[in-house]
């Protein structure tokens, strides 16, 4: 369970927001072979949109996995 961070938007300083996770391809072969090894988690306000991505890691089993669906 993720725990709630003290989030306030840098535009519009509402805290109200939403939180994901997406997962990318990185170079030349991954996109070939369409392998999402690159991980990102985003924090959106939910008034104005304003997104923000932070870099996450991305295991080598989770990537096997991307192959396969």
């Not at 840098?10 to 927001?17: D, T, V």
């Not at 991505?53 to 096997?64: E, P, V």
Request: charged content about 25%; proline content about 1%.
């Amino acid at each position: 369970m993720m725990a709630k961070i003290n989030y306030q938007c840098p535009k519009c300083g509402h805290r109200e927001y939403e939180v994901g996770e997406i997962r990318t391809t990185g170079g030349f072969w991954s996109k070939i072979f369409d392998v999402q090894n690159k991980k990102f988690s985003h924090i959106t306000c939910k008034r104005c949109g304003f997104t923000e991505f932070f870099k996450g890691s991305s295991s080598t089993l989770g990537s096997i996995f991307d192959l396969f669906t």
